[in-house]
């Protein structure tokens, strides 16, 4: 390598700093020489085309001043991105200036209009001047020359000379020129428009540029400020709001109704000691203070408002219509009652029955020869009967009680003519199987007098009727007989209303889902309606008659089978239309929630010791009932005649129903009608009796001694009977002086001189044998101590409570009250 080569590779790594280090190879041996040179800045001009740059580039990296390791290319593409990012600089300073430039522009024209603006408005606010001073100057000379004329030459000269502003001197025109522009700075403020470039910091900040003002908020700005130049700056009128108030309320719910802030209503309950939050619950009193206190009015709700969407209308005569009787068919077991209903209707329904014993109600319409129609309920026995009675649905209008002639009155008959007699409806008998050799009908009319059923032909007013099932004797004239007595109810319906009725049976069927069959009494069912019935709802998807046609309506006093239930109904349920789903379905939810409570505390509704408490709170209540059921007969009217003869002027005992046997669930269910315990005398309840009596909270008692039933019926019924309060007196005292003592008030210094005198007794002031004042001691002491009582004869210290006007001679009487229970004889 030569010198010149090595002095080119030095001077090409020297470039990079002030001072380089030159080596010299000469003869294999290395000098170091230091050097102090001055680098040679090649600079490029922006004029300067692309080649004769790279002749630069070349020329300084030949002479030395190229960074070492970096070729031609390099050096040739770091100068273009060194110019780029120069002509990029100049670019953006011009468009810098051209901004402030804008916005400078944009500031003159906006002060030049609101200067123009300003200059408007002085001329106008000159011009209605002047306009107002040249009338008043013509208003005073129209009164100068009514007056009688006024100096000539003064009009003129005021005419000559108008009155001129008062020039602006320059402190005022530069004060009001930097008013001016605050004001105009300030428009800019409150115009949100931003100022300068959107930096990225700023819009990820949220500062300038970052969140805006809504469209609601501008255009409430714009609405005070529009107000406040019209001079309508007044308050909001306070808007006064019913507010519905359950039994209890969320604070937050309590806030939206009232339509106010929640935190003022938790900032008001505070105020009132209440340290809630806005998801607690409050009691209706205290919710009624908070709505009062904001003005608002309260309207109190409860949760039985729901069934306020049944509606309750009263029809008016001129809509009422003739309706069909609705006919229970009632009687002993396998005395034909069912058999009797096939004959008239002529069909066969016994024959599907599990050995020929109803085993569901039935409910069918007939139509009577002379044309009327009539409809049947057939019950398998009288719980659903009494289960209906409890609901309140009084769904039959006649019962007609059937006897067999050749067995005469049995114990179901006794409970079902006690279950008509209940329910207050007349009552039919018809006398069945007469066409039997062993028939006696006699013997049944005469067995009825017992229970206080006197038939026509015995003189009464029962009509009865001599009928057979086989051979159909006598089966129009007990049509007839209904018919007679449908006509002296007169019974009518409103056919043109939403519909109201009864269910007498429901089944879950397994094709069909919940059936219901109902008894419409009011308005008309129709396909469609929507409806609740007991805790159950639904929408009317089928009507089917006792026919098992489908129809599309139903009218009062027809029976049809109901389906598009959500659930299976009870016996005896109401059903009523509504209007819409959601009705119904609050109601259904409402009464499963009051049905829930009611299963839960039973046990006690109807026992002894309650109905007491419930007789002494209710006046009114003045007999007990009672259902008794006995294992002979002897013993059950022996029972019935000792409890009938329990009892005075205020109150009795009414024995509902007695009867021999086993009690059964026909028992509970009337007792739970008639909110009646039951008394069993040597029988015990079967299992579903006993069921039944836990669900419903009836209450079974078993005695085997009738002085022990008798006498424990009798003290529930003198329970019945108010205490009786009785004073007596037990001492006498006279008072000798009378002291003033510090703290206590005036004490009597007393001496007993009959019987004893006692500190929790009641006393009697007398003066000269008038009394004065009754009342209480405060205080009964013997020398200093405090004592219970003080003997005749001796001398104690007394003090009045409440009560100071006590003098010498005066006499105390002592007694005590005490009360006597009342007792029945």
């Known amino acids: 390598m030569s010198d010149s080569d090595g ?15 030159k080596q010299s190879f000469s003869h294999g041996r290395t000098k170091n020489v230091v050097v102090e040179t001055k680098r040679k800045r090649v600079v490029s001009k922006p004029a300067a085309g692309g080649a004769q740059g790279g002749k630069q580039s070349q020329g300084g990296a030949g002479g030395g001043k190229r960074p070492a390791g970096v070729s031609d290319s390099e050096m040739e593409r770091r100068l273009k991105a060194l110019q780029a990012a120069k002509a990029r600089e100049a670019e953006e300073q011009r468009q810098r200036e051209e901004e ?66 008062a020039a602006p001197t320059p402190s005022k025109k530069k004060e009001r020129d930097e008013a001016r522009d605050a004001k105009g700075r300030k428009g800019e403020r409150d115009s949100g428009r931003r100022s300068g470039k959107l930096t990225l910091n700023q819009a990820l900040t949220g500062g300038e540029g970052g969140r805006q003002k809504s469209l609601a908020a501008m255009k409430r700005k714009q609405e005070r400020a529009r107000q406040k130049a019209m001079g309508q700056q007044s308050p909001r009128e306070k808007i006064v709001r019913e507010v519905q108030l359950p039994e209890t309320i969320v604070v937050s719910e309590l806030a939206n109704r009232m339509a106010e802030r929640t935190a003022d209503v938790v900032k008001a309950l505070m105020q009132n000691g209440m340290m809630v939050t806005q998801n607690q619950v409050i009691d209706a009193d205290t919710a009624e203070l908070i709505i009062e206190e904001f ?64 085993q569901h109600i039935g409910a069918y319409q007939v139509q009577s020869e002379s044309g009327e129609t009539l409809t049947f309920l057939d019950t398998p026995g009288h719980a659903a009967f009494t289960s209906m009675r409890s609901r309140g649905a009084q769904v039959t209008d006649i019962v007609v009680l059937v006897v067999a002639a050749d067995d005469a009155v049995m114990p179901q008959t006794v409970e079902a003519i006690n279950h008509a007699k209940a329910a207050g409806v007349p009552m039919i008998v018809a006398i ?12 049944v009319r005469t067995d009825l007098l017992q229970h206080e059923i006197i038939v026509e032909k015995l003189s009464g007013e029962v009509q009865d009727v001599e009928v057979s099932a086989i051979s159909g004797q006598g089966l129009d004239e007990l049509l007839e007989a209904i018919a007679l007595q449908s006509e002296l109810l007169e019974l009518k319906a409103n056919p043109d209303r939403a519909a109201e009725g009864a269910v007498i049976e429901a089944q879950l069927d397994v094709g069909r889902g919940p059936v219901a069959t109902v008894l419409v009494q009011k308005g008309t069912l129709r396909r469609g309606d929507i409806f609740v019935v007991g805790e159950q709802w639904g929408k009317v998807r089928a009507l089917v008659n006792d026919r098992g046609d489908r129809v599309n309506e139903a009218g009062p006093s027809v029976p049809v089978e109901v389906l598009g239930l959500n659930g299976t109904p009870e016996a005896g349920d109401v059903l009523n239309v509504v209007e819409t789903e959601g009705q119904a379905r609050e109601i259904a939810e409402y009464r499963q929630e009051k049905a829930k409570e009611k299963r839960a505390a039973a046990g006690a509704a109807t ?23 006995a294992d002979v007969q002897g013993s059950a009217e022996a029972i019935v005649q000792a409890l009938e003869k329990i009892g005075n002027e205020e109150v ?24 009646a315990p039951v008394i069993g005398f040597n029988v015990r309840a079967n299992a579903p009796a006993r069921n039944a009596a836990n669900q419903k909270g009836v209450e079974i008692r078993y005695y085997s001694v009738i002085y022990d039933l008798v006498d424990d019926v009798k003290a529930a019924a003198s329970g019945l009977l108010g205490a009786e309060v009785r004073e007596r007196f037990i001492g006498y005292a006279e008072i000798r002086q009378v002291f003033k003592v510090s703290g ?31 009342g209480t001691l405060k205080t009964l002491k013997r020398f200093k101590d405090e004592v219970a009582e003080v003997q005749s004869g001796q001398e104690c210290g007394m003090a009045f409570e409440n009560y100071e006007d006590i003098r010498e001679g005066d006499v105390i009487e002592i007694f005590e009250r005490e009360e006597v229970e009342r007792t029945l004889t």
């Open 100 to 165: 402030e430039r804008r916005r400078a522009e944009e500031r003159e024209r906006r002060r030049a209009e609101q200067e123009a603006k300003e200059r408007e408005q002085r001329e106008a606010e000159e011009r209605a001047r002047q306009k107002a001073e040249e009338e008043e100057r013509k208003r005073a000379e129209d009164a100068a020359r009514a007056a009688g004329g006024a100096p000539a030459e003064a009009a003129p000269a005021a005419r000559a000379q108008p009155a001129k502003p």
């Open 7 to 21: 002095k080119k590779t030095l001077g090409l790594r020297g470039g990079a700093r002030s001072g380089s280090v």
């Open 652 to 675: 009795r005992v009414r024995v509902l129903h007695s009867g021999v046997g086993a009690i059964t669930e026909t028992d509970i269910s009337l007792a739970e009608a008639s909110r």
């Open 432 to 443: 069945n199987k007469v066409d039997k050799p062993s028939a006696n009908p006699d013997k």
């Open 607 to 629: 026992s002894l010791e309650q109905l007491l408490a419930k007789a002494k709170e209710d006046q009114s209540v003045a007999e007990m009932p009672v259902v008794m059921k």
């Open 295 to 358: 003005g608002h009015k309260v309207v109190r709700v409860s949760d039985a408002d729901v069934e306020d969407a049944i509606h309750q209308i009263e029809d008016r005569a001129e809509a009422m219509r003739p309706r069909p009787p609705v006919v229970t068919v009632m009687g002993h077991v396998d005395h034909g009652k069912t058999s009797l209903l096939d004959a008239i209707r002529k069909t066969k329904v016994t024959t599907g029955e599990a050995g020929g014993i109803t």
């Open 744 to 774: 206590v008030g005036k004490v009597a210094g007393c001496l007993v001189t009959e019987g004893i005198a006692r500190r929790s007794a009641g006393v009697r002031l007398l003066r000269e044998e008038v009394v004065i004042h009754e």
